[in-house]
């Protein structure tokens, strides 16, 4: 997958930009606050549209009430293009793949992307929704069946949610629960069967990955915490269908016994949106025994497996969007990264401060950004 141009207006800090784009390695330095990681988050925004903007509309100009993302991409060797319309009253007012207008469930997984960040180093500490987030926009990428029962299922919670407080208020009866338990439990059972083997091919790539870049004889591995249930027992079990329908069964159980909490708490406590992913080195948890460099070879292990993950499912390498973590990694962990980079071939847009992270031969397409303007440095 080759993203070939960028078109954004009045996005971010950009009036209106066209950009052309490199086949390998794509290179944008700066000083901070000048733009540079706006270029490469509205190559994720359109992969998964989320951003890690506080709200949507923080996308658009601070003088505007609009804003417009479009990537134009080569994938399996056919030109594609996916936009996205913002607006300040209604964040995404519209999404298009190639010109034609779409909703949600037929846009995401068009352009595929990963994105490495500094606070990604940190998420093995961080919060258990940090690590669903980065889980879901990998699966949804992968299936768009995934992502479309993730929409569902989250549409469920809060029906579910607003019910309960009416149930607890006495304004509806606690019968009317049973419904929304049912396709609660439904697609509980549907997201966690795909995540438990997500889970289970990334941490076969994860563990190769680790043991290639790592100077140390460490088993790194991944494991889903599936909140009451053991997971040994479900990792026995979770690719065959009997399994699939033991998780529905075993949901719409949990989900009756603890609908009396839920009332007297108004939410749903329980399901794949409380669940967990735990990382181990050596079978010792890596949040609680692993040191920083660890935990920096873990992290990138993951995102490198996260690209061999999707090329497994979609049948080639995403894009790979590095947003100032260069200066993060120690000059072997860099080496490691550019190596692997140019083995495999992955187009890469990075951001920088500074052009001493890179080699000093011609090492890809290098730009410079000042104030939301790009000068070709070629």
């Given at each position: 997958?080759r993203?070939?141009?960028?078109f954004l207006k009045?996005?971010?800090?950009f009036?209106?930009?066209?950009?052309?784009?490199?086949?390998?390695?794509?290179i944008?330095?700066?000083?901070?606050?000048?733009?540079?990681?706006?270029?490469?988050?509205?190559?994720?925004?359109?992969?998964v549209?989320?951003s890690?903007?506080?709200k949507?509309?923080?996308?658009?100009?601070?003088?505007?009430?609009?804003?417009?993302?479009?990537?134009?991409?080569?994938?399996?060797?056919?030109?594609?293009?996916?936009?996205?319309?913002?607006?300040a009253?209604?964040r995404?007012?519209?999404?298009?793949v190639?010109?034609?207008?779409?909703?949600?469930?037929?846009?995401?997984?068009?352009?595929n992307?990963?994105?490495?960040?500094?606070?990604?180093l940190?998420?093995?500490?961080?919060?258990?929704?940090?690590?669903?987030?980065?889980?879901?926009?990998e699966?949804?990428?992968?299936?768009p069946?995934?992502?479309?029962n993730?929409?569902?299922?989250?549409?469920?919670?809060?029906?579910?949610?607003?019910l309960?407080?009416?149930?607890?208020?006495?304004?509806?009866?606690?019968?009317?629960?049973?419904?929304?338990?049912?396709?609660?439990?439904?697609?509980s059972?549907?997201?966690?069967?795909?995540?438990?083997?997500?889970?289970?091919?990334?941490?076969d790539?994860?563990?190769?990955?680790?043991?290639?870049?790592?100077?140390?004889n460490?088993k790194?591995?991944?494991?889903y915490e599936?909140?009451?249930?053991?997971?040994?027992?479900?990792q026995?079990?979770?690719?065959?269908e009997?399994?699939?329908h033991?998780?529905?069964?075993?949901?719409k159980?949990?989900?009756?016994?603890?609908s009396?909490r839920?009332i007297?708490?108004?939410?749903?406590?329980?399901?794949?949106?409380?669940?967990?992913l735990k990382?181990?080195?050596?079978?010792?948890?890596?949040?609680?025994?692993?040191?920083?460099?660890q935990?920096?070879?873990?992290a990138?292990?993951?995102?490198?497996?996260?690209?061999?993950?999707?090329?497994?499912?979609?049948?080639?390498?995403p894009?790979?969007?590095?947003?100032?973590?260069?200066?993060?990694?120690?000059?072997n962990?860099?080496?490691?990264l550019l190596k692997?980079?140019?083995?495999?071939?992955?187009?890469?847009?990075?951001?920088?401060?500074?052009?001493k992270?890179?080699?000093?031969?011609?090492?890809?397409?290098?730009?410079?950004?000042?104030?939301?303007?790009?000068?070709?440095?070629?």
């Open positions: 997958m993203v070939t141009e960028i009045d996005y971010r800090n009036d209106e930009l066209k950009l052309d784009l490199g086949e390998g390695i794509n944008f330095l700066g000083r901070n606050a000048q733009g540079k990681t706006n270029i490469l988050e509205s190559v994720y925004f359109a992969s549209l989320r890690r903007a506080a949507l509309t923080d996308l658009i100009s601070w003088d505007g009430d609009a804003a417009f993302v479009k990537i134009n991409f080569r994938k399996a060797d056919v030109s594609q293009e996916v936009a996205v319309e913002l607006s009253g209604k995404i007012r519209r999404l298009f190639n010109g034609e207008m779409v909703r949600s469930k037929s846009f995401v997984g068009r352009l992307s990963v994105i490495f960040a500094p606070e990604d940190y998420m093995f500490r961080g919060s258990p929704a940090g690590r669903r987030q980065f889980l879901n926009a699966i949804s990428q992968a299936s069946v995934y992502y479309e993730l929409v569902v299922y989250n549409h469920i919670i809060n029906q579910r949610n607003v309960l407080k009416k149930i607890r208020a006495g304004q509806a009866r606690q019968s009317s629960l049973e419904t929304w338990n049912e396709q609660f439990a439904k697609y059972a549907r997201i966690t069967a795909e995540r438990l083997i997500a889970v289970d091919t990334l941490n790539f994860a563990r190769i990955v680790y043991k290639n870049i790592s100077a140390q460490e790194f591995s991944i494991q599936l909140k009451g249930l053991n997971f040994e027992i479900a026995e079990n979770f690719y065959s009997e399994f699939k033991f998780l529905f069964d075993w949901y159980k949990i989900i009756a016994e603890k009396q839920d007297e708490h108004c939410n749903s406590g329980f399901g794949p949106h409380h669940d967990d990382f181990f080195i050596n079978d010792r948890e890596l949040k609680l025994y692993g040191s920083q460099g935990m920096r070879t873990a990138l292990s993951l995102k490198l497996s996260e690209l061999e993950f999707l090329k497994s499912a979609r049948g080639e390498y894009v790979l969007l590095l947003d100032d973590v260069m200066s993060e990694l120690d000059a962990r860099r080496e490691q692997f980079l140019k083995l495999k071939k992955i187009q890469t847009i990075i951001t920088a401060t500074e052009k992270y890179f080699p000093d031969e011609n090492f890809g397409k290098v730009f410079e950004v000042i104030a939301g303007k790009i000068y070709s440095k070629d």
